[in-house]
């Protein structure tokens, strides 16, 4: 019994050890471009930028979950500790708190599922380690490059074709991305993305829309630049269309 506790005491050590480099380096770098008495007000925003959108969208705990809930998660475990989910729940300075004022999506996780999700992103970001080399936080994702790729018209249409009639699906009753992609190629001929490619969009911006609706302080503001922007109404007509995937 004793040497297999000490295994799984030696994993959440590891886990543990692996958020505090995160932070401290996350926070190293951000303080570097500070003024001294700036330096309490560090911006956690950009913690994650480094991990492609659709690596963070599988496996979330919650249907509302996003990508801030999963930056005050690691926050939350480095100051309070592993699985003290009820006193990351409650501290006002992250933003589950703001899950008392929703009107949807209530409910908060589990344990289990928060520390599944918890492991899930140390393995990305080991991953990503092991791949690349030390986290630069100024760094774009390559999905961020990858949206580049796609303009206004095209992000609008998609957006259209998903929000009324979903995702197609295949004979083998799987998402068929080729099938959506030849019907945006219907309203634009020159499109010439590929599958793959439409699957990372859609991914993407069904993590846009669960951002704002999981943010009642965007309930009245529009989201998006140029001439592609998503409205809360929007948001939630899309997510709840292809959250029935």
Request: net charge positive.
């Amino acid at each position: 019994m004793l040497p297999q506790r000490s295994v799984q005491y030696t994993k959440r050590l590891q886990l543990l050890h692996r958020v505090k480099n995160l932070i401290c380096k996350y926070r190293e770098d951000a303080l570097k471009n500070m003024n001294q008495p700036d330096r309490r007000k560090i911006n956690w925003d950009g913690l994650l930028n480094f991990i492609p959108l659709g690596l963070l969208f599988g496996q979330r705990p919650a249907v509302w979950w996003a990508k801030k809930n999963d930056i005050d998660l690691l926050l939350g475990v480095y100051k309070y500790g592993y699985a003290n989910y009820v006193s990351i729940r409650n501290a006002r300075e992250y933003c589950f708190l703001e899950l008392d004022k929703a009107q949807t999506y209530q409910d908060f996780p589990v344990a289990d599922n928060l520390t599944r999700r918890l492991k899930k992103l140390i393995n990305t970001i080991v991953k990503i380690q092991q791949n690349q080399g030390e986290i630069d936080f100024e760094d774009e994702a390559e999905s961020e490059e990858d949206e580049k790729s796609w303009t206004d018209t095209e992000k609008k249409v998609l957006f259209t074709i998903v929000s009324e009639y979903g995702v197609p699906i295949g004979q083998d009753n799987k998402s068929n991305w080729g099938e959506l992609k030849d019907k945006v190629k219907f309203q634009i001929k020159d499109f010439n993305k590929t599958p793959a490619q439409v699957e990372k969009m859609v991914s993407r911006l069904r993590w846009n829309c669960q951002e704002i609706i999981s943010d009642e302080k965007l309930k009245d503001e529009v989201q998006g630049t140029g001439t592609f922007k998503i409205s809360y109404e929007m948001a939630a007509k899309f997510s709840k269309n292809i959250n029935l995937l």
